[in-house]
């Protein structure tokens, strides 16, 4: 615009008050990006005895869109309807995509019920914007009135439904359309997985008679969602021997898919995968630190967040917390001041894992300053989970007043982890009667967590108080909580086991090649049990385990002490 500029700087005052120079130079501006330029120039109109008019208003009215100005679009509508311009096609359809800008749905509404002539196109624009505000009824009474339909307005009627998760009204409208492209079945995966049908999600995806990279997205990102990420991975792999090119939002689903079984092989491979990273961002690059992190391999985490170029508020997040949960809590909190530096502002879930970091690493005042810098130099108001940390940080360092006093001052019903925190720090001073107060009131909370009752009951014994510590015990079966077994081996499906109890021990039998890995079998590999109930034998045979370990019987737990419970179930997940 710098040449026309010029130009119309040096044209003389018969010429540049011409109202064709005038909408020309409006329309330049309008379409170069230089909006402000617009509306000075529109505002400068009056003063040169010039009348805007249909040509004018459509570039005005995009330019306060543009720039979010809607108090001055309403002041134009005012100059509009007074010039009785408000009945022009393009006028009213800059001011209706002004209205729907503002998220106005009145107002919106009022200029689209004024349109004399209205195109497929505004009548769907006018459903979204319904959709949107998840006002599906006000949505469907529009779609049912529309003189005519076309793909988009059947999608965007199913994604309100999708929105409000009404499987019978999106199903009645897919199979009552007459075309159906990638987006309708790709809608139709996620109305099932966001209800929880995932087997009908799944058949859906394989009826479809073409699939996109979208689509292969959006059923592996449903399997990572509910907690389904060995079929997940499953489909990936389906996915590269169709040869289909996978995107940013697929490597980050698997990838999250690979954290959650902590399967760093797979995890290794997806990285070879992505030849150039970095070029996908912060999120993807945010994505493979956690993978490495959650699979224990911290350094390689921390050397790709090193090599990142860009990273954001939630990469730090992940690094901070990750570096803390391998054990490197002075590393962490090193961390959250060096994010600071940066220029990076902490938000809710920075301070949690820095208040995270200190609790585990025993860095007492090093918490409390972060934890009472939150309100006075950030003005981010703590939340129960910060109080959960500091109280916990407290407890576990001899600081139990101080943590009583917090639970009583915090504007938070404690909840179960909080009453936990003050139990533990209630062992660690031999605080029997204070103890006991927090059993009584985590019961209140009925939230059928097992570990406090063991802790109480532990207490009683370690002083000898033997018909409490029993006592304890009988109220967790009186209650009916149940201390569940631990268990860690990540990366195996059930496909890989087979699962029996040899002696004292449950133990597990594998079809990896024992020569790939003598030394550590399964150090990458993963296995759940539930519901596991053990009744060991009086006597067992060291040799018949030892024979069983030679044949690939690998230990899962060796108990010290018998438990007399039959064995109920033994359930690979």
């Not at 700087?9 to 005038?22: A, E, F, R, T, V």
């Not at 990273?277 to 956690?290: E, K």
Request: glycine letters at 6%; aromatic letters at 10%; charged letters at 25%.
């Amino acid at each position: 615009m710098e040449y026309p500029n010029l130009v119309f700087s040096q044209l003389g005052p018969q010429l540049s008050n011409n109202i064709m120079i005038q909408n020309a130079m409006i329309r330049g501006y309008d379409g170069n990006g230089l909006f402000e330029q617009c509306l000075h120039l529109f505002d400068e109109m009056p003063h040169r005895g010039l009348k805007p008019h249909n040509f004018t208003y459509p570039y005005v009215l995009n330019s306060c869109s543009k720039l979010g100005w809607f108090r001055k679009g309403k002041q134009v509508h005012c100059r509009i309807v007074k010039g009785g311009f408000e009945s022009h096609p393009s006028v009213v359809h800059a001011l209706f995509h002004l209205y729907v800008k503002m998220v106005d749905l009145n107002d919106a509404r009022k200029v689209f019920d004024e349109m004399y002539v209205k195109t497929i196109g505004l009548w769907n624009r006018m459903i979204s914007l319904y959709v949107n505000a998840c006002d599906v009824q006000s949505a469907r009474k529009l779609f049912d009135v529309m003189p005519e339909r076309d793909i988009v307005s059947w999608n965007s009627m199913i994604t309100g439904y999708a929105e409000v998760r009404d499987v019978g009204n999106a199903r009645d409208l897919f199979e009552r359309m007459g075309e159906k492209d990638v987006v309708s079945w790709t809608l139709m995966i996620r109305v099932y997985a966001d209800a929880g049908d995932l087997v009908t999600a799944r058949k859906m995806f394989e009826t479809m008679p073409c699939k996109n990279v979208v689509s292969w997205n959006s059923m592996i990102s449903c399997y990572t969602q509910h907690g389904q990420h060995e079929e997940a991975l499953n489909l990936f792999v389906q996915m590269q021997s169709r040869s289909e090119v996978p995107d940013n939002y697929t490597f980050v689903s698997v990838l999250s898919a690979c954290s959650q079984l902590g399967a760093l092989e797979f995890g290794n491979w997806i990285h070879y995968l992505i030849e150039d990273w970095s070029q996908f961002g912060a999120i993807l690059g945010t994505a493979l630190v956690d993978m490495y992190a959650k699979c224990g391999d911290i350094n390689r985490a921390f050397t790709l967040f090193i090599k990142m170029g860009e990273r954001d508020v939630f990469c730090w997040n992940v690094m901070i917390r990750s570096v803390a949960i391998n054990g490197r809590t002075e590393a962490a909190v090193k961390m959250y001041s060096l994010m600071q530096k940066k220029g990076l502002r902490p938000n809710d879930f920075t301070f949690t894992a820095a208040l995270f970091a200190c609790s585990h690493g025993g860095l007492t005042k090093e918490g409390e300053r972060i934890f009472y810098s939150m309100k006075k130099e950030f003005g981010v108001e703590p939340k129960l989970e910060h109080y959960g940390c500091i109280i916990d940080l407290l407890s576990r360092n001899g600081q139990l007043e101080e943590a009583v006093r917090l639970v009583r001052e915090m504007p938070y019903k404690p909840d179960i982890a909080t009453w936990g925190s003050l139990l533990g720090g209630c062992r660690e001073r031999g605080h029997l009667k204070l103890a006991e107060e927090v059993i009584e009131k985590a019961t209140e909370l009925e939230a059928n967590e097992s570990g406090v009752y063991v802790l109480l009951s532990n207490m009683h014994a370690s002083v000898g108080q033997w018909p409490e510590a029993q006592s304890a015990r009988e109220k967790m079966e009186e209650e009916r909580i149940w201390k569940n077994t631990g268990h860690s081996m990540p990366g195996l499906s059930k496909e890989d086991v087979k699962v029996s109890i040899v002696d004292d021990a449950l133990v597990m039998k594998g079809e990896q090649n024992k020569e790939e890995n003598k030394d550590d079998a399964w150090s990458s590999r993963s296995c759940s049990f539930y519901n596991t109930r053990l009744q060991l034998p009086d006597n067992y045979d060291k040799s018949k385990m030892n024979s069983e370990l030679k044949n690939g019987v690998f230990y899962i737990a060796t108990p010290k002490t018998k438990v007399e419970r039959k064995v109920v179930d033994v359930e690979i997940k």
